[in-house]
């Protein structure tokens, strides 16, 4: 299978379709998000920085992002094709994506667009609700996505959260940066020739049928 690099507004859906590719597919699962919120967990000073940025619906900065995805790119199993969510959300992190996935020779690579209105996005994160141990994201507005159990984590047992940024305000900041700073990524994948469209209303089973026979290729 190709690896697989999302590109989307905030919660249109890579973290919920990541985790059925990883199910179906054996990928790794590369989340920027939940790396930072491990950080943030700890209480370390640099978990209070980044505490700060991703509350208030800002970006972190690319030197910081690069260096996290560096590290994390070099630890890999090379035998198993990722998903990146959540890098690149710049211009600057694709082209350094770029040079590193040439540095460590991985070539056969999907930029999956997951298209979707902010009316559309902003209904899904006021119902989101993510594990703490998982990281499985649910989705009490959706009955396709909501847990078993009011509240409790299928797999886990645990009880869901919701995150510190899915709030309106903080949203609508964070659709404005996806906007401003990670949409334009799109025309750089677009003249590449690897980037595909997914319409994100469609249904996960849809969906996933979809990036499939795109990956497979
Ligand atoms: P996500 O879980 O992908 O929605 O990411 C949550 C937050 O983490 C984002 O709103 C950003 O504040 C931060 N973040 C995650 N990935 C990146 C990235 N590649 N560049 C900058 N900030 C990021």
């Known amino acids: 299978m ?7 507004p905030p919660a249109a859906g890579k973290g919920t379709i990541s985790d ?5 597919y054996n990928y790794e699962h ?13 209480s370390s000073d ?16 690319d030197e910081f992002m690069i260096n996290l995805m560096e590290n994390k790119l070099n630890s890999l199993d090379t035998n198993k094709s990722f998903i990146l969510d959540g890098f690149p959300r710049t211009l ?24 979707i209105s902010l009316e559309e996005a902003l209904k899904r994160v006021m119902g989101r609700v993510i594990c703490p141990n ?9 009955e396709e996505l909501k847990p078993k159990v009011d509240n409790i984590c299928d797999d886990c047992k645990v009880g869901l959260e919701h995150r510190s940024d899915d709030n309106e305000e903080t949203f609508k900041t964070r ?18 020739r690897i980037l595909i469209s997914i319409d994100a209303m ?9 990036i499939k026979i795109e990956a497979e290729k």
């Open 20 to 24: 059925l590719l990883v199910k179906s």
């Open 134 to 142: 998982c990281k499985r994201s649910y989705n009490l507005n959706n």
């Open 46 to 61: 640099l978990g209070k920085k980044l505490d700060e940025i991703i509350k208030q619906g800002k970006l972190v900065n």
């Open 92 to 115: 600057e992190q694709a082209k350094k994506l770029d040079e590193m996935l040439v540095s460590n020779k991985v070539t056969n690579n999907l930029v999956v667009y997951l298209n």
């Open 30 to 42: 590369i989340s920027t998000g939940d790396l930072l919120r491990e950080e943030i967990k700890k």
């Open 175 to 192: 659709f404005q940066n996806y906007l401003e700073n990670t949409s334009p990524i799109l025309d750089y994948y677009k003249d590449k």
């Open 2 to 8: 190709r690896n697989i690099i999302f590109i989307a």
């Open 202 to 210: 469609d249904t996960l089973d849809n969906i996933i049928a979809e």
